[in-house]
């Protein structure tokens, strides 16, 4: 899978992350949604995240769980 992202994304979540405005004011300057600007001011930092699931969905066998 090959993720392209966005050339200034790292520059946006540090002016996201320091800005004071409204979710709603910063979500259209940077062309994202409200809830993606919650998400980002929370965080501790500004670098890429990996794009793996953190909680894979599979079941195992009880053969394959031992």
């Known amino acids: 899978m090959l993720v392209h992202l966005h050339s200034q994304a790292t520059t946006v979540r540090t002016a996201i992350h320091a800005s004071d405005k409204p979710a709603a004011i910063l979500a259209e300057r940077y062309g994202t949604t409200e809830q993606t600007v919650c998400n980002r001011r ?25």
């Not at 929370?42 to 031992?66: C, I």
């Open 42 to 66: 929370h965080r501790d930092s500004v670098k890429d995240r990996g794009h793996t699931p953190r909680r894979l969905q599979t079941s195992l066998t009880p053969a394959q769980e031992a």
